[in-house]
């Protein structure tokens, strides 16, 4: 799906308010990745440099998210999918009390979005592929759990489910571009020796799945 992309105004609201948030994201990246389970949801006073990051992350997020259909399920993915790659890029970590309510948001926003339409078809593929995707990551998990959780099982299925609404084929793309963009990261790892260990000529190398996943995601409404 190939869209130039102009500023209208649906685009600048989402900037606006993503701007808008983007003080509590920054809140919430801090808290989480502390590992804090109660309140971690309050405002909190972070660096300077945090609030600079998951400003421009979620500006970039929205940018490319704005391509997709319906414009609020993508937002919200772009604004709690920043969240959550950043914290899985910080503590290898996707915390449950954040993808929950995110799917819970998103998956009313669809069913608005298939009720006002008066369209089921969108709302049953996205339904389909979430369970579909989400399967297949459940078995590689059960299979290999020690690089693979079930925070990368519920991302992926989250993330397919916006994608199905879209088509099939931009759900399947976003696990291709996932596992690409995992795979760059875990050379560019590798080759940094972060969160690396060497054993003779081996280097293992833990990828954090969180980022991949979010911008194979928007990047793939791009194709």
Known sequence: M??????????AVGLVAAVAVSPLSAAWTAALADGQRVGWWRPRAVSAGRWVTVTAVTVA???????????????????????????????QLLPARLTYPLAGAIAATLIGAAVTGGDAEPLLRAALAALTVGALWF???????RTTGLGDVRLAAL????????SWADAWQGQVLALLLAGLTAVAMALTNRRGTRRGLRRLVTVPMGPAMI???VLALWL
């Open 2 to 11: 190939t869209e130039t992309l102009t500023l209208t105004w649906p685009l």
């Open 215 to 217: 911008a194979g995601s």
């Open 61 to 91: 997020l929205v940018v490319l998210a704005a391509a997709g259909t319906p414009p609020v399920a993508w937002w919200l993915l772009a604004v709690g999918g920043g969240v959550l790659a950043m914290v899985d890029a910080q503590t």
């Open 159 to 166: 993330t397919s489910g916006v994608l199905g609404w879209v």
């Open 139 to 145: 078995a590689v998990c059960f299979l290999s759990p």
